[in-house]
T-cell receptor
């Protein structure tokens, strides 16, 4: 089956630093990937749509200059949280998939101190 | 806008009792429907999915769900709950075509001895 990986699975950083999260489709190519964020005890909310070779599309209320997305190849999308603050602490999940279904990565837990 | 509704935020059942988690979708055409389970601190695990055909779908861990177009519902059921089923359950849909997945707000299941 289709597998999506994320790295790292867990990261702790200091306030003001930047953190990069990788999302890879391991056995298929994905022209489109999605990034979701999940705050504690809440559901998953779409942050942005990552398009290979073009700019990402951000959902309303998501700061594109703070959450930089790069989709440089058909198997890799990266999310960089710039100048992270404690309120950015969350669970970040990516997905990639086929025409009917998205496959989700295992998630990255970000803690900003 | 496309939305998924899970009316029950929290459900408590006794071990061995039956379970039904409710889900309603708003997408006009027949969407692709999913149920995921998430244990604390973990990623998503796909329980089952509905694309077309038989409206009663079987999933992993003894779960099943029934698609009812007339009620715009996709309720999840299990005849006998085990203590290990305690988790958060998310209903989700996508219109397909490599588009995003929309999640419901989730239902937290508590299982008591």
């Amino acid at each position: 089956g289709a597998v999506v990986s994320q790295h790292p699975s867990r990261v702790i950083c200091k306030s003001g630093t930047s953190v990069k999260i990788e999302c890879r489709s391991l056995d298929f190519q994905a022209t489109t990937m999605f990034w979701y964020r999940q705050f504690p005890k809440q559901s998953l909310m779409l942050m942005a749509t990552s398009n290979e070779g073009s700019k990402a599309t951000y959902e309303q209320g998501v700061e594109k200059d703070k959450f930089l997305i790069n989709h440089a190849s058909l198997t890799l999308s990266t999310l960089t949280v710039t100048s992270a603050h404690p309120e950015d602490s969350s669970f970040y999940i990516c997905s990639a998939g086929g025409p009917n279904e998205q496959f989700f990565g295992p998630g990255t837990r970000l803690t900003v101190l | 806008a496309q939305s998924v509704t899970q009316p029950d935020i929290h459900i408590t059942v006794s071990e061995g009792a039956s379970l039904e988690l409710r889900c309603n979708y708003s997408y006009g055409a027949t969407p692709y429907l999913f149920w995921y389970v998430q244990s604390p601190g973990q990623g998503l695990q796909l329980l089952l999915k509905y694309f077309s055909g038989d409206t009663l779908v079987q999933g992993i861990k003894g779960f099943e769900a029934e698609f009812k177009r007339s009620q715009s519902s996709f309720n999840l059921r299990k005849p006998s709950v085990h203590w290990s089923d305690a988790a958060e359950y998310f209903c989700a849909d996508t219109p397909g075509g490599y588009q995003k997945v929309t999640f419901g707000t989730g239902t937290k299941l508590q299982v008591i001895p």
